[in-house]
């Protein structure tokens, strides 16, 4: 799953209840800056960062990320699934 | 502060296509009612303004438009009119009647200044949150409301998080109503000084 762009508060528990809807194994790309930290959004209405509910593979940085950004990121995804896990980028807590 | 700030209403500027009209809630709805059979069949927008140092407390805007009679030919067809009244809304009587019976689109517009401001519309069909989540509590587009959201302590984060636990308010910083206030009459009293030598 690609989260790309801003997570509205609102949004959080529908995004959640996709990921748990995706069939196993399943691996989270969270694009640009918004989703994976809250982005220029530091407020009430945004979620600081997609990974305080979904747990997420690479983090693509950038507002908005450039295309090889995107694909440097789908590429090292394809590393993990090749390599069984998280390829060795971070470790599963 | 002391409650001696100006009124922004006072000092913005004339806009030349619309009248402003400024008007109490209790006469609100004849007015919109003989506004709407006098040819403003549109409401363009209703929106909500706090002033949090002064009385009444919140202003909500109507804007009308009153569309040309549709043209036979091009050269007939005129510029619309537009009309705009403030509301002054107290915070001790939070409320206003609705206006979903004469203009539909009222009913999302009064929602969204509920959930933002907490001014309740009587008679509202449906009266409940359209842009926050439903049990939120709070009205975010108030001037107290702090910019972060109420710091509070979260939910215990699955082990795969990666933020801290406690979600942070909006920290002191030195940007509050007053500080701005300050700084508005220093540049003023600068202003004052340069006079003469200008």
Known sequence: MIVSGRVAQKMGPIVKRLYDQMADPKWVISMGACASSGGIFDNYAIIQGVDTIIPVDVYVPGCPPTPDGLLHAVNLIQKQIREGGRGGILARA | ?198
């Open chain 2, 1 to 198: 502060m002391d409650g001696s700030a100006i009124d922004p209403t006072v000092l913005r500027p004339p806009i030349e296509d619309a009248a402003i009209e400024r008007i109490a809630p209790a006469e609100l709805r004849t007015r919109l009612q003989a506004l709407r059979e006098d040819g403003y069949m549109m409401l363009l927008d209703l929106g909500a303004v706090d002033y949090p140092q002064r009385v009444p407390r919140f202003d909500v805007v109507y804007h009308l438009l009153k569309m040309p009679v549709a043209a036979a030919t091009p050269d007939q067809i005129g510029t619309p009119q537009r009309y705009r009244l403030l509301c002054g809304v107290p915070i001790e009587n939070l409320s206003l009647p609705t206006i979903t019976d004469l203009w539909r689109n009222a009913d999302w517009a009064e929602r969204e200044v509920f959930d933002l401001f907490g001014i309740t519309f009587e008679g509202h069909p449906d009266l409940r949150r359209i842009q926050m989540p439903t049990h939120w509590e709070g009205h975010p587009l108030r001037k107290d409301y702090p910019l972060r959201g109420p710091a509070k302590e979260r939910s215990p984060r699955p082990p795969f998080a990666n933020k801290s636990n406690l979600v942070a308010g909006t920290p002191p910083s030195g940007r509050t109503a007053e500080a701005l206030q300050q700084q508005v009459a220093l540049r003023q009293a600068q202003d004052r000084k340069e006079e003469p030598k200008a």
